[in-house]
């Protein structure tokens, strides 16, 4: 009789348990299922994306609730993205290729790039050590103003933000186009936010980053504007929306919800008669927290460029969020432009996997099925050759090794 007692308190024991992990399995999935997204952005003008979505009720409308967070560095973004602590950020859009090449974090880490966010806007500012001696697009004149600089106080410095991401590669190819011997000046990292500051004090002579911390400077008199990005190249992509590679799998409806109303903010923005309203609210403090004047004037493509040399009025080719779908779809020609500069410009020293590495962390797919969904339309320029503005050198994708034979370092 006591065998039989026991063996009935042993199943009803055994059931109980695997009662308790059904139920603790099925908790666990639906508060995952249920937590808010966490979304990244550092205080630039080509956070508004993901602000404006905030702001405009958009993630509510398409039923995911989303949390935003300042973020101090890229540096910070990148770690938060790979420990899940942040389900995705507004990011440089060559970011991803950077830290997976081993170039800026650890070989192997994968961050993957849901959509673009927008084109243009980042600019070269310079101090008002050159002031009178460069002007604005004058890149045959920077070299002897360095070259000077050098010999008379044995070091220059320029800055960027994070290494491999869009701005050390546009003030990369900026110094290209101007002959300047990238091995003769020092290159320093520096968070966005802090450029300002860092240039007043002395800290460096030239700087490369997005709006509005190029107006700032100019606005505080403490530097000019020699070249906007789009001058480099027009329409280059800039920022991505990039997520943890578990939360593209496991929550890959709540993805697509946000990846909408982020697309939605992005043809809102596009709307000339929004930029006002969009300025005044990504100007407060707990998003960029600078001047909505100098934000709303370079959104609305008026650059008063310093050091008296007037305004530059882009009427094509400023920030841009959406441009009929062709700003948003994230190319993977682009990305293994990114990984060749880095072998350019000495980051690495073999060619990577260029095709296999933008397969990797480039969610194409899902970005299509998306698009289709809102009916937007898909450009059919990806794997193609292509060219930037100032230097005219082809970039072929399907063959990035004969790029690099021509291109200049």
């Not at 980042?122 to 697009?137: E, R």
């Not at 350019?344 to 099925?369: C, S, T, V, W």
């Amino acid at each position: 009789m006591k065998t039989i007692k026991k063996q009935i308190a042993k199943r009803l024991t055994s059931s109980v348990l695997v009662l308790l992990v059904v139920l603790s399995s099925a908790f666990t999935t639906i508060t995952a299922q249920n937590d808010p997204v966490r979304l990244g952005f550092i205080p630039l003008t080509d956070c508004s994306p993901i602000v404006m979505a905030k702001e405009l009720g958009l993630f509510k409308k398409y039923g995911v609730e989303v949390v935003v967070t300042k973020e101090s560095s890229w540096a910070n973004v990148r770690d938060k993205i790979l420990t899940g602590e942040l389900d995705g950020a507004h990011c440089l859009y060559s970011m991803p290729f950077s830290v997976y090449t081993g170039v800026g974090g650890k070989a192997g880490s994968e961050m993957k790039i849901a959509m673009m966010l927008n084109v243009n806007g980042q600019a070269i500012t310079l101090s008002n050590d050159f002031c009178g001696k460069v002007g604005f697009k004058q890149m045959n004149k920077v070299t002897p103003v360095v070259a000077a600089k050098l010999k008379a106080e044995k070091e220059v410095t320029f800055a960027m933000t994070f290494p491999g991401g869009t701005h050390d590669l546009w003030l990369r190819n900026w110094m290209s186009i101007a002959g300047l011997n990238q091995k003769a000046v020092k290159i320093i990292t520096i968070p966005p936010p802090q450029m300002v500051a860092n240039m007043k004090v002395g800290n460096m002579d030239g700087f490369c980053v997005g709006e509005p911390w190029g107006g700032v400077a100019v606005k505080q008199g403490i530097g000019f504007t020699q070249v906007a990005s789009q001058d480099i190249w027009k329409d280059h992509p800039e920022k991505a929306l990039v997520v943890n590679k578990d939360f593209s799998t496991k929550r890959r409806e709540d993805l697509k919800k946000v990846m909408k109303a982020v697309m939605e903010a992005c043809i809102w923005l596009d709307n000339p008669g929004n930029r006002k309203k969009a300025a005044a609210i990504i100007g407060r403090a707990p998003y960029v927290n600078a001047p909505a004047d100098v934000i709303e004037n370079r959104l609305m493509g008026n650059y008063d460029l310093g050091c008296n040399q007037g305004t530059q009025v882009y009427s094509k080719d400023y920030m841009l969020f959406y441009k009929g779908g062709t700003v948003n779809y994230p190319r993977k020609s682009y990305g293994i432009w990114a990984m060749a500069q880095f072998v350019r410009f000495g980051y690495l020293k073999e060619a990577p996997n260029y095709n296999a590495i933008a397969d990797k962390l480039i969610l194409q797919d899902l970005y299509e099925e998306v698009a289709k969904s809102m009916k937007i339309k898909i450009p059919n320029d990806d794997m193609k050759p292509f060219s930037l503005t100032m230097d005219k050198t082809v970039f072929d994708p399907s063959n990035p090794a004969a790029y690099l034979k021509v291109v200049k370092r």
